[in-house]
């Protein structure tokens, strides 16, 4: 009686569940979706009522479900295993119980030898669908490893020290100012690399405090330091900065700003600068300067390098004060995220501002400073006319403009600066926006660095209504012309996907760029840009539009859900604009690339970029209805004090909509959309074409209601940080969510060596030459918030061996 009940329940179970698919399968095909859904909910629906009356053919009738699904399957999304993981894997794993002694054992029970027979026959073909599914999707990965061609230049002669910097140093973010994060040390390479060990870490004990890593709010240690001479030198999310030795990671100094960063919805630090000073205090301190910023309320200060001491003879007492010619900045409004860059002696900045919130938000006015005093230099604000008119007392700068947030680069020879900008504020409702933000919006802006005149523009989105700011400063690189000779060019990525290809003397396209038709929206009163400029003379970075056999889940019917929500949203592929109606967002505001860039080998003349593929669903609503529903709170402006919403909900004050951004993602907290999640890419710069692609990444570290999983499969995931690459031709990356930094190579995409980290490693790396005459590399291990990656406090670098 008791075997009885299991079979029993079983049977009442599959039935439950037919009634649940077909239910569903009924609503998809209402909305113009798959019939295959309905049919194998009736076909459990009779599998299991036949079970239940205690037939044999109730099996049997599931085995052919079984069949007609691993069809279906195929047909519909080929051998891709992780595609077919959602189809067959739960219809294969209750195949094998319903084929089990427990339930078919019970029907063939006097049938002890042909009934045996049929439940191991039946067995084993479930058996075989599970081993099908994941033998197809290691498969498919292989296969996904692309080797399209050989690069098409050779090595070129190992190039001078790009912009002074010594061969062992890496003195900015991208090691130079040129922003290409290429080390020219071949210590390390393909033959030695998986002898690479730990070396040493150093613990800051700057982790997330109540509250800072949910709703929203994200906690993210992205800080890539910097190193000079034997010291290596980087800020805490925290904003701490912290000296240690470069060879053995012993602390030198540690200075903290101070300040309440609990305003602050982002709690992060991508970098500090470097200055070698022109004169020194009377003291005889400061010759050499550490440049960073408080997020309390924005802040520039210097530290002597040396002992981490504020420089008195800066700003005041070593400080100085952003908010100047700003109005109201509340806290957690505006600061600095991205390390400022310091040339000429002078500190050139932009800042972030609290996205979406209000009309009229702090500046994204752009300034420089004396590097030794403190004083400004120079401003350009794109609201005054000329933009880089000085302010008289009493004056502020305009405020709402788009800001650049990102790291900057810059090309000494030119005295050019190169300015990433993002979006007026708010992003997604644009029709108050002014003249000069539809000019300057999403834009890079090469600024001449004496006088903070704009030299050029190039506008990389009109009207931008997704929030695609330029979110880094370009890569600058040297390559053939036509007729033989180089061109300074520059390499810009985008959050949309787009690479632009320019010549970075005065922002001309060096490849096509077409102005192509795109899809208008129905926001009442809302300006439509009928183009956007696509960068056609470039490989795409793009996932392609989504299908409904695109969907995924973990199961049937979370695919089932996803498949009906798709077909509930508006998706006109890239440039959908946001409506009323949900639209997917694909990809979104964090894009398919964001603040790390790209990495380029100026030698092999190579591109490296990690690209990220995070479906969004965005969906506006009228700002009373909005508020009505409780997605914020009302504000009187800014004498009061401000009342911040959830991350998702985006109130826009000031204007008549509001609009909800959040991840598409299915009841278990996974994607809706298909892998590869994260994929990895080599482009030669010379021919314009793929050189290898890759899915990069797995799901270790990654599981629903916040699990994480100690083993992954290698599905290709999403990563936040960038790439180095070297001379020996090894490029690595710690960026992907399974928290492995890896090393490849650069011409094929191989993975020759490995190492699980303690944390995220969501920052982008640096190699340098230490005192022992060892290459390091070094990474920081703090997690993003964002990604929910495990968050650490490690800074972790890694050698070869000491030679005996």
Known sequence: MRILSVAGFTALFVVFLGFIIAGLGGWLILLGGSPYYLLVGIGLIISGGLVLRGSRLGPWVYTVTLLGTVIWAIVESGLDGWSLIPRLIGPALLGLWIWSPWVAGRLYRHEATSGNAVRVANLSFALMVVVFVFGSGYWITEARTKVFSAPSSRETAPQADGDGVAIGNWQFYGRTLSGDRFSPLDQIKASNVRDLKQAWSFSTNDLPKSGENSNGREFSFEATPIKVGDNLYFCTPHRDVVALDATTGQLKWRYDPGGDMSHNVYQACRGVSYYEATASDATGACKSRIVSTASDLPRLFELD??????????????????????GPVPPGFHFISSPPLVLNGKIVLGGWVYDNQTV??????????DANTGTLAWSWDMGKTPPNKKLDPDETY????????GVYTADPKLNLVYVPLGNATPDYFGKERRSFDDQYSSSLVALDLTTGEERWHFQTVHHDLWDFDVPVGPSLVDLPGANGAMIPALLQTTKQGQLYLLDRRDGHPITNVEEKPVPRGDIPGERYSPTQPFSTGMPQMLAPKLQEADMWGATPIDQLLCRIAFHRMRDDGLFTPPGEKPTIGWPAFDGTSDWYGATIDPERRLLYLNTTFMPFQLQMLPYKRALDKGLFKPWGGWSEPYPQPEFQNNPQHGT?????????????????????????????????????????????????????APIGLPTGIFSMGGSVATRSGLVFMAATTDQYIRAFDGKSGETLWEEHLSAGGNATPLTYLGKDGRQYVVVAAGGHGGLQSRNGDEVIAFALPKAD
């Open 360 to 369: 009229g938000e702090p500046s994204g006015v752009i300034r420089a400073f």
């Open 305 to 326: 390098a040396a002992t981490g001491k504020p420089c008195e003879g800066f700003g005041t007492h070593g400080m100085v004060d952003l908010r100047e010619h700003m």
């Open 656 to 708: 008549p909509y509001s609009i909800v951004v959040k991840p598409w993602l299915n009841i278990f907290g996974l994607p809706c959309t298909r892998p590869p999640w994260g994929q990895m890419q080599a482009i030669d710069l010379v021919t314009k074409k793929v050189v290898w692609q890759r899915p990069i990444g797995t799901t270790r570290d990654l599981g629903p209601f916040g699990l994480r």
């Open 398 to 405: 305009t405020r709402g403009t788009p800001n650049g947030w």
